[in-house]
């Protein structure tokens, strides 16, 4: 099993087949370099196919914008780079950067947390990169 990131999956991978094969990697549109890269550095042939595309809105949802003003968000779990790195930009253009450093962010990664901590707001990152984790930073300590 794999450490949970995509470097840690390239590892595994390199470790448990040989070199030449040819790989499927399902990914979304947007999306990192990392595992095809260092797999194809390794002699694999990756082949990409972009399963799904999500979409960045323009624009802080009304309901979240006014959540976010009147301090009615306890917590924000973030599971992708690209969604934090978006709230953080979203709430800076709608005058909402303070409010949104104001509450807990339970993050699935390091990773995840960085445009967070970058824009000045505390992040707790999972133990380990699943639901499971991200969902027992939730639970009062004991």
């Known amino acids: 099993m794999a450490d949970g990131d995509a470097a840690a999956l390239s590892r595994l991978i390199r470790a448990s087949i040989p070199p030449g094969l040819t790989l499927l990697h399902v990914t979304a549109r947007h999306r990192k370099e990392e595992p095809a890269a260092s797999l194809h550095a390794a002699g694999f042939v990756v082949i990409q196919w ?33 969604s934090a790195d978006l709230v953080v930009r979203l709430a800076e253009a709608a005058g909402l950067a303070a409010n ?43």
């Open 50 to 82: 972009e399963a799904y595309e999500a979409q960045a809105l323009d624009t802080l949802p009304v309901a979240a914008a006014e959540a976010l003003r009147t301090g009615q968000i306890a917590a924000a779990l973030h599971y992708s780079r690209r």
């Open 100 to 142: 949104l450093r104001a509450i807990s962010h339970l993050c699935l990664s390091a990773d995840v947390a960085a445009p967070l901590t970058a824009a000045g707001a505390a992040a707790l990152v999972a133990e380990d990169p699943s639901e499971d984790a991200l969902l027992k930073l939730l639970d009062p300590p004991p």
